[in-house]
């Protein structure tokens, strides 16, 4: 049974730092690129960063390059987003996912409030 489960999530200032985790659990971790995605209240969800099986190759929103780093570590089946110079409208609710067998898994969430 796949299982992600975020966290890391928390109210910070605008400019402040922010470092997502998301734990795996029910799937051959290292064998599936993971993605992080958001979802701000009255928006659709959006990807903002993607990685490798590996690590070794990842990608970004236009919107967070340079500022959000996206890593893994396949010996504990923890993807995590590094966030910096967070902006108030990036507050929303961050998500992991994988796609395993043309199926979507999305952990419950975690909630970002970028806010002064």
């Known amino acids: 049974q796949v299982q992600l489960v975020e966290s890391g999530g928390g109210l910070v200032q605008p400019g402040g730092s922010l470092k997502l985790s998301c734990a795996a659990s029910?799937?051959?971790?290292?064998?599936?690129?993971m993605s992080w995605f958001r979802q701000a209240p009255g928006n659709e969800r959006e990807l903002v960063a993607t990685?490798?099986?590996?690590?070794?190759?990842?990608n970004y929103a236009d919107s967070v390059k340079g500022r959000f780093t996206i890593s893994r570590d396949n010996t504990k089946n923890t993807v995590y987003l590094q966030m910096n110079s967070l902006k108030p409208e990036e507050t929303a609710v961050y998500y992991c996912?994988?796609?395993?067998?043309?199926?979507?898994?999305w952990g419950q969430g975690t909630q970002v409030t970028v806010s002064s």
């Open positions: 990685i490798s099986t590996t690590g070794g190759s990842t």
């Open positions: 996912k994988v796609v395993k067998g043309r199926v979507a898994y």
């Open positions: 029910g799937f051959f971790f290292s064998g599936y690129a």
